[in-house]
């Protein structure tokens, strides 16, 4: 009788944020056995949750829209009804302004591209001659019709397309600082006109608006660290990977301070500075190396205010011009009526801000426009200082790809080459990407 096959060893992911959840799921259900290992005490990476006194709250919060399939893919293979993760609600983007008219846009439930088209051509808060243009350039981007011979950035494609410059600060920069994290001025128009796109050029409920309803722990990293266990792999805690081994140009194993193990496949799942660490010693692996040191990061600031539970405003997602703050959101969907969070993208006075004054600056702004609430009771100001590639024109061209030249040695995480900025999105699908190559190869 012919002996059994021996089993397949174990696929390292190296990273538990949402890239290596994303590949060690996707290796999972496929049948291969996987062991994740993460050098924090939890799992989320730079979407993991905090304390806020007797609460959990995001590291950062992150919003999702209907075009995001490949993180509803993901929840839909650890059987996450998209029901129960999200409240769903069609495109309402009402920016608050301090000292001009409020810019309020609504896409309504037609068919695409009248959605889009009726959402610009009855903006409030723009004169009629303004809604023209960038229902001229909302056309033109459906049809494709918008190309570019070489990147360049997003404000010079709007101000080539008509776009005055009201509009651009009062729509577009949002809009701009809100998916790629980076001002108008500096962003990649490629990356720009893609995430438009995705965002408008099919169906109309792509453009809606994810509002996760639990904190982003209980959304992803708790059912993939359920699902990765269940199917016989491991989560592996507190365990930060100091070095790659590698052997005939092949990889051998990876290193931590007191241990090691063998592996000879494995996905690098990390934040783009500890990627480039772990690889630059190794010749082969050198260029990539530096070119993921040309990669510029931006911070993103998060304001968590708590106030008497009855405070909320009128919409679960607000935008604030012509102030520090840029986007609110109610915490109220997450179970924390009261607690609002303040996202401020990019660079800017408040980082050089003490997190007391910043916090008390970004209050005294809501209060402006919501002059009834009541006094913040709390507060917490959480800076990521690296929390995002810089989205500049032609960053594409130095983002590597999952394959490496060392076999059985794949790279995910949003900073690859996923044609997406830097987003959740973007690091679902990278981490999918590397697990099938893994499965195609195996």
């Known amino acids: 009788m012919a002996d059994d096959a021996a089993p397949s060893p174990p696929v390292l992911v190296i990273g538990g944020g949402w890239a290596g959840l994303s590949a060690a799921v996707t290796l999972a259900h496929a049948g291969r056995p996987v062991t994740l290992i993460e050098g924090a005490r ?55 302004s301090l000292r001009r008219a409020d810019l309020r846009l609504r896409a309504r439930r037609l068919p695409a591209p009248l959605h889009l088209a009726f959402a610009v051509l009855g903006a409030r808060g723009l004169p009629p001659a303004s809604r023209l243009r960038p229902a001229r350039f909302a056309g033109r981007l459906l049809r494709r019709r918008i190309g570019l011979d070489g990147d360049i950035s997003a404000q010079a494609l709007l101000l080539s397309e008509g776009q005055d410059a009201r509009l651009i600060q009062a729509l577009w920069n949002p809009l701009c600082l809100a998916t790629l994290n980076t001002p108008l001025s500096e962003a990649s128009a490629a990356l720009f006109l893609e995430v438009l796109q995705r965002a408008f050029g099919g169906d ?70 500890v990627c480039r660490r772990l690889l630059m010693p190794h010749p082969p692996l050198a260029a990539i190396a530096t070119r993921i040191g040309g990669l510029r990061h931006e911070p993103i600031t998060t304001v968590y205010l708590r106030y008497p539970e ?95 030249p060392v076999a059985g040695l794949w790279l995910a995480g949003d900073f690859t080459a996923t044609g997406l900025p830097a987003t959740l999105e973007g690091a679902v699908l990278s981490g999918r990407r590397a697990a099938e190559g893994i499965l195609e190869e195996s």
């Open 42 to 96: 939890q799992l989320g990476g730079r979407a993991r949750c905090v304390r806020f006194g007797d609460q959990r709250v995001d590291n950062g919060q992150h919003i999702l829209i209907g075009a995001c399939r490949a993180v509803l893919g993901l929840l839909d293979t650890l059987g996450v009804p998209p029901a129960e993760a999200f409240r769903r609600l069609p495109l309402d983007l009402h920016l608050r």
């Open 204 to 273: 109309a409920r792509q453009a809606d608006l994810l509002i996760p309803r639990t904190d982003l722990g209980a959304l992803l990293p708790e059912p993939a660290m359920e699902f990765i266990e269940r199917r016989g792999g491991s989560v592996v805690l507190n365990r930060r990977i100091q070095g790659l081994e590698l052997a005939d140009g092949r990889l051998a194993g990876v290193r931590w301070r007191g241990g090691a193990c063998a592996a000879t496949q494995a996905v690098l799942a990390v934040h783009p500075t």
């Open 310 to 404: 009855p405070v909320r405003i009128d919409a679960t997602l607000q935008g604030l011009q012509d102030g520090l703050g840029q986007w609110v959101f109610d915490r109220q969907i997450t179970g924390l009526p009261g607690t609002v969070a303040v996202v401020i993208g990019g660079r800017g006075e408040h980082l050089s801000l003490a997190p007391d004054t910043l916090a008390e600056r970004v209050g005294t702004e809501l209060a402006a426009l919501h002059p009834d609430w009541p006094a913040a009771v709390d507060h917490l100001v959480i800076r990521e200082k690296r929390a995002t590639f810089a989205a500049t024109p032609d960053i594409d061209r130095i983002r590597p790809v999952p394959r490496t």
